[in-house]
């Protein structure tokens, strides 16, 4: 079982900058995929950013060369470096914790989500 927990939504200009942090507790955190999902009104959630157990990442075109995510396995943490925002940005952030054992059992979690509203 792991518990995920957002922060550092907030209300930002565009062209700002923000951190998301997602602090984890339960289970052994270094071997659960992350991910940051975000979901605006009336639309589908997509993925924004990934970063595997091993480091590796990849991200949505639409955020490539402004958002960075990263890890922190000593203090079970995974950031999302958000920067040059848009109003497009405008969402609700999820933290996500996947992982798939051995014998193909799947195991995800889900935070609470944290606003994020671009706007002058």
């Known amino acids: 079982q792991v518990q995920l927990v957002e922060s550092g939504g907030d209300l930002v200009q565009p062209g700002g900058s923000l951190r998301l942090s997602c602090a984890a507790s339960?289970?052994?955190?270094?071997?659960?995929?992350m991910a940051w999902y975000r979901q605006a009104p009336e639309k589908q959630r997509e993925l924004v950013a990934a970063?595997?157990?091993?480091?590796?990442?990849n991200y949505a075109d639409s955020v490539k060369g402004r958002f960075t995510i990263s890890r922190d396995k000593a203090k079970k943490t995974v950031y999302l470096q958000m920067n040059s925002l848009k109003p497009e940005d405008t969402a609700v952030y999820y933290c996500?914790?996947?992982?798939?054992?051995?014998?193909?059992?799947?195991?995800?979690?889900w935070g609470q989500g944290t606003q994020v509203t671009v706007s002058s």
């Open positions: 996500n914790a996947n992982r798939v054992d051995i014998l193909g059992g799947k195991y995800e979690y």
């Open positions: 970063i595997t157990s091993g480091g590796s990442t």
């Open positions: 339960g289970s052994i955190f270094g071997i659960y995929n």
